[in-house]
C-alpha cells in the first residue's frame, strides 16, 4: 500500500450535478460489490435511494475552494506561456496582454473540464484501485475522445477505466426561451456580432478643457450602480460625464432613465466588418507551444500526474476563442477611449472581457481606470486580480479582503453601496419592520439564483424551487412569491410553479420591490439578501448543497442557515411566532451592515463621485491633450 493512500478495489465517481436512482443501479450493477463511490460536494442524491449520500466526497467545481486553486493553475500557465518564446501577434493587442483579459472567462467557460481532471487527480493522489468506473452525462460533441485523454494517467497507472453515461437531464437539455437573447457571456454575443462602422456619422462631444469621465457598461442590469455616481459627477459644472454602452441592450436600458449614450463599437473606424477568425496555421503554432510548457503546468499536486493531453486539448478549443474575442474588445475599446480621452473610466465589471478590456486599455493611454463595485465579493483569492486604479467597495470587509491580496490602501475606498441608497434605513427606527401577528398571513419571498450559474446547478434550482413551495405550503397562512434572477434564461421556474397555482412567480418586479411586499426572504446564496437587511426582514439562507453562498450571513447571525426542507419548516415557523428569534437576527443584521455595506446608511452615491473626483484632480492638469501620449506607442 502506497503512503497515505487507502485501498479500493473498484472506485465509482459519480461526475454528475445530480445522480438518479438509475445511475447508482448501472454503476453499481458494472462494479459488483464492494466498491467505493465518490461525489463531489453538493451533488443531489435521490432521496428516493436506501443507501445514504457516500461518505467520501471531493470538492465540486463551484466550491471556492478549488476555483482558487484553478485560479493558482492558471496563474501557473499564464507565466509559462508568457515565458515561452512564441511570437504570435494574438497574445497582445496594442500592449495589452489578452491573456489577462480573458482571465476569468477561461476559468469559468472550462471550469466543467479543470473540474474533471483535478477530480481523476484527487482520484489517484488518495486511492488505490484496480478498476476505476467514472458516470457522467456527455453534453457535447467529442467529449467521449477528450475523456479518454482525461483517463490516460489512470491507465498509465494499470487502472482500468470504464466510462458509462448517466441519465439524460431533459431539462439541462432544453431550449432557452426568448430571455436567452439577452446572454450572459460575452462570447455568445460577439460570435453573432457583426460591426457597425460609423465614422462620420455618429457625433461625440468635443473636447472643452474640463476632465471628462466616462462610464461603461456591459450588462444592462448593472448600469444601475453606476448612474446614481455619474449623476453625483453631472452635477459638478467642472467634470463632463459621458456614457459608452458595451451594446444596444446596454444604450436601451440606459435611455429608460433618460441617459443618453454611444455603443462602443459605434464609434470607432477600424473595426473589422466581420468576426475576426483564428488561422490554422496560428492553431497549429499554438499548439505546438503546448507542447513546450513543462508538465507542471498539467498537474494539480506536486507530486501529481500531468494531464497534458486532455489539458492542452482544453486550452485548445477554450483559449483561441477568447483571445479573438478579447482582442475584438480591446480594439474597440482603443478606438473608443481614443477618440473621447477621458480622465477617468469606470465600471462596475472586473472580471468579463469587455470590462477587463476597457480597464486595461484606459490605464494603457494615461487614464485612470475605476470600479464600483456591484454584487458580493466574497473573500477568496480568485476574485482578487482587478486591472483597476481605484476600487470604491461596500465595506470594510472587501477592503480587508483586497489588502490581504496585496493591493495597495490607496487604490481602495469603502463608500458602501450604490444600489441600496434608495432602501438604506436612516434611523434605528426604520430597521424595524411591523410583522404579521398570530392568525394574520405571512408573505414569504423565494429570491431565486440564476439557474446554472456560478452557485446553482440547474438540478439544485429545481428542486429548490419545489422543496421551498412545499415548506411554505405547510406554514399556517403562508403566500409564497418566487422572484426569478434578472440573469435567468430558463423556464425551469414556470415549470416547476406550474405545480403550485396557489403560489406566484415574478419575471418583472425588481427585487426591492418584491421583498417591500414580503415579510421573510429566502435566498441560496444571492447578494439580494443583503437587500432584505436594509429592508430590516427576516432572512433564511436554503443552501441544498451545503455549500457557503457568495455572502456568509450567518457569521453575522443575521440570516438562518438550512440545508434540508424540514429545517427550512423549522425556521419559518420560528421566525413566524417568536419574536426572540426575530430580535436576534435583527441584532445581527445590523452587525452585517456595519461591517459589509459601510453601516447601510446611505451616502454611497456621494461618497463614490467624491472619490472619483479626488482621483482625476490628481490627475488632470488642465491638458487632456497631453495625459495620451501613450497612444501613438500604443497604436
Request: hydrophobic residues 40%; neutral net charge.
Amino acid at each position: 500500500m502506497q503512503a497515505g493512500k487507502e485501498i479500493a478495489k473498484i472506485i465509482i465517481y459519480y461526475d454528475l450535478d445530480e445522480v438518479r436512482p438509475a445511475d447508482i443501479e448501472l454503476a453499481r450493477r458494472t462494479a459488483g460489490s464492494g466498491a467505493i463511490e465518490i461525489i463531489a460536494q453538493g451533488t443531489l442524491w435521490p432521496e428516493s435511494n436506501e443507501s445514504p449520500p457516500p461518505q467520501q466526497q471531493i470538492l465540486s467545481r463551484t466550491n471556492s475552494d478549488f476555483r482558487d486553486e484553478a485560479m493558482v493553475w492558471f496563474e501557473a500557465l499564464y507565466r509559462s506561456l508568457q515565458a515561452a518564446d512564441f511570437e504570435w501577434t494574438g497574445w497582445q493587442k496594442h500592449g495589452i496582454p489578452l491573456l489577462e483579459v480573458v482571465r476569468y472567462a477561461l476559468l469559468y467557460g472550462a471550469s466543467l473540464d479543470l473540474h474533471r481532471s483535478w477530480a481523476m487527480s484527487e482520484i489517484l493522489n488518495r486511492w488505490v484501485s484496480d478498476h476505476l468506473i467514472w458516470i457522467t452525462n456527455l453534453r457535447r460533441r467529442g467529449e467521449r475522445k477528450a475523456l479518454k485523454w482525461l483517463f490516460e494517467p489512470a491507465s498509465a497507472r494499470g487502472i482500468q477505466v470504464h466510462l458509462l453515461k448517466g441519465g439524460s437531464n431533459k431539462a439541462f437539455h432544453q431550449k432557452l426561451n426568448d430571455r436567452a437573447k439577452d446572454v450572459i457571456w460575452p462570447r455568445y454575443q460577439h460570435l453573432r456580432r457583426v460591426a457597425t462602422i460609423l465614422k462620420g456619422k455618429t457625433e461625440l462631444p468635443e473636447l472643452n478643457g474640463r476632465p471628462r469621465v466616462v462610464f461603461t457598461e456591459y450588462f444592462p442590469n448593472s448600469a444601475k450602480a453606476s448612474i446614481p455616481v455619474a449623476e453625483m459627477l453631472a452635477k459638478d459644472s467642472q467634470v463632463e460625464v459621458i456614457w459608452l454602452a458595451g451594446r444596444k441592450t446596454v444604450r436601451d436600458e440606459l435611455k429608460k432613465s433618460g441617459v443618453k449614450s454611444w455603443v462602443v463599437d459605434e464609434i470607432g473606424s477600424e473595426l473589422s466588418q466581420r468576426r475576426v477568425n483564428t488561422r490554422t496555421s496560428e492553431i497549429r503554432s499554438f499548439d505546438e507551444l503546448l507542447t513546450t510548457i513543462p508538465d507542471s503546468n498539467y498537474s494539480w499536486h506536486t507530486d501529481g500526474p500531468p494531464f497534458r493531453c486532455y489539458l492542452s486539448h482544453v486550452l485548445s478549443i477554450q483559449l483561441l476563442p477568447l483571445l479573438n474575442e478579447a482582442a475584438y474588445w480591446v480594439e474597440a475599446y482603443f478606438n473608443g477611449i481614443k477618440l473621447l480621452r477621458p480622465a477617468a473610466l469606470v465600471s462596475t465589471t472586473y472580471s468579463s472581457i469587455p470590462g477587463r478590456a476597457a480597464a486595461l486599455v484606459a490605464r494603457a493611454m494615461g487614464s485612470k481606470a475605476v470600479y464600483i463595485q456591484h454584487g458580493a465579493f466574497p473573500d477568496q483569492f480568485l476574485n482578487s486580480f482587478f486591472c483597476h486604479d481605484l476600487k470604491l467597495m461596500w465595506g470594510l470587509y472587501e477592503r480587508a479582503s483586497l489588502l490581504r491580496f496585496g493591493h495597495h490602501p490607496d487604490s481602495i475606498e469603502v463608500t458602501g453601496s450604490t444600489i441600496y441608497d434608495s432602501i438604506s434605513p436612516k434611523s434605528e427606527a426604520d430597521r424595524v419592520c411591523p410583522f404579521p401577528k398570530p392568525g394574520e398571513p405571512i408573505r414569504i419571498a423565494y429570491l431565486a439564483s440564476r439557474t446554472g450559474g456560478a452557485v446553482v446547478t440547474t438540478e439544485v434550482a429545481r428542486q429548490t424551487l419545489r422543496l421551498v413551495a412545499e415548506a411554505v405550503g405547510e406554514i399556517t397562512g403562508g403566500e409564497l412569491i418566487v422572484k426569478t434572477h434578472p440573469g435567468e434564461t430558463t423556464t425551469i421556474p414556470e415549470q416547476v410553479m406550474s405545480d403550485y397555482p396557489a403560489f406566484r412567480l415574478e419575471r418583472g418586479k425588481t427585487s426591492q420591490e418584491v421583498i417591500a411586499e414580503s415579510d421573510v426572504v429566502i435566498v441560496v446564496s444571492s447578494t439580494t439578501g443583503l437587500e432584505a437587511c436594509c429592508m430590516a426582514k427576516p432572512l433564511v439562507v436554503f443552501n441544498l448543497t451545503g455549500m457557503k453562498g457568495f455572502v456568509d450571513y450567518t457569521s453575522f447571525s443575521a440570516a438562518i442557515e438550512v440545508t434540508s426542507v424540514t429545517d427550512l419548516r423549522i425556521a419559518l415557523s420560528s421566525i413566524q411566532h417568536d419574536y426572540n428569534v426575530r430580535d436576534s437576527l435583527a441584532e445581527g443584521r445590523k452587525r452585517l451592515l456595519d461591517e459589509m455595506l459601510n453601516g447601510g446608511n446611505g451616502g454611497a452615491a456621494e461618497r463614490a463621485a467624491a472619490a472619483i473626483g479626488r482621483l482625476i484632480g490628481e490627475t488632470f492638469i488642465g491638458r487632456q491633450e497631453s495625459i495620451f501620449n501613450a497612444e501613438t506607442r500604443l497604436a
